[in-house]
C-alpha cells in the first residue's frame, strides 16, 4: 500500500483547485453530483483544510481558508455548495440554499483553523490569526447548527428550531407553528464528530460547558443505537423519538428510502468515534466501537451499504473506500485480528478513485497516526 505522504501527493494532484489566491477542493470530477455544475462543497474545503494542516501545508491550508472566507454566508457559516457559473463566469453559491450551511464542513474548519493556530499560530506576514477565526465561526456553529434544548447537531443552519414543547420525558420537539422546520427534531451522524466537539470544549472557552452538553448528548445517542442495534451501525438520520431518544426512522427522511440504513452519511461514524476514543479513551463509546469492529470483522467484505441489523442493502455486491476506510480504522482501533484483511481489501480499492472515498481514506490515516492534530 503506498505510504501516507505518496497517498497525500495524489490526492493533492487529483482535487485541489486554485482560483487566483483561492484554492477549492474539486469534489465533481465524475460529474455525479445532481448540480451539474457544482464544483465545491463545505465538506470537501473542511477535509481539505483538515487533510493540509495535518500534513502541515500551510500554503494550502490558507488558500483553503481564503475560499471559506469569501463563501461565508450571513450567518458567518461556510456556504454549502458553490458551482462554476457558466452565465458570469465565475463561482457562486448554487442555486435554490447553495449559500445554506452544513453541520459537518463547519465543524471541521473550525476543528482546523484550531489545529492551525497550534501548529503555526499565524499565516505568514501575520494575515490570519487562526484562532481569531476559529472562535466566532465557533460561535456561529452553536448558534445556528445545534438545537439548544437536545443539544444535538442539526442539518444546517437553515434549520429552524422552536420553542420546546415539554413531555413526560423531557423536550419532545419544537413548537409545530409559523416558519419552524420540519427537520427540527432530525439529526445526522455523519456530523457526530465528537473529537472536534472536543477541540472545542478545549479552546473555545466561553462555551465549553455548552460543547460537553453537545458531547454528552451525541454520546448518549450512540448508545440507544446500540440497545436498538447489536451490531453498533447507525443510520444516515435519526429523528426524535416520543421517548425522548433519537431513532431512526421508519421512511425517508431527508435523502432516500435508505435514510434508516448504514449508508452513505453514517459511513463515516466508525472514523469519526475512533478518533475521538483515540483522544480521551471514553468508555462510554468503547461498546458502540468494539460491536462496530465485531460486525465489520466478521465480514468477508465490506460493502457499501448495510440495513442495521447487518444484512448488506439490495443491490451493494460491491466495495467503495468510504465504507471500507472508517471499518478499517476502527478495528485498528480496537486492535481486531482480521484488521489486515480489511487493509488488503484497501489495496484492492486503490485504483477506484473518487474524492469521497480517497478524502476519507486519507483523513482515516492521517488521524490514526495523530488524533491531536498538532
Known sequence: MPSIEQKYTEWRSAYVRAWGELLYIDYNKKGEVEQKHAITCSEAIGYGMLISVLMRNQQDFDGLLRWFLHFKNANGLCAWQQIDNKHSRTYTNAPDGGENSATDGDIDIATSLFYAARVWGRSPCGRYDYRQIAIPLCKAIWDHEINHYTFMPTLGDWVKVGE??????????GA????????????????????????????DVERSQQWAKVMDAIITTVQHQLQLNPTGLIGDFLKLAANGYFEPSTKKILESDNDKDYNWNSCRVPWRLSVYYLLTQDPRVQPALMAQSSFFGSLPEVHAGYHLSGQRIRDRSYSDMSFTAPASVVMWTMRHPNQGRIQNEMEELESDKSYFGDSIQLLCLLQARNPTGF
Open 164 to 173: 420546546p414543547q415539554v413531555g413526560a420525558f423531557g423536550y419532545s420537539g
Open 176 to 203: 409545530h407553528v409559523g416558519e419552524e422546520s420540519a427537520y427540527t427534531n432530525v439529526t445526522r451522524p455523519s456530523d457526530f464528530i465528537l473529537s472536534g466537539f472536543l477541540t472545542f470544549y478545549n479552546e
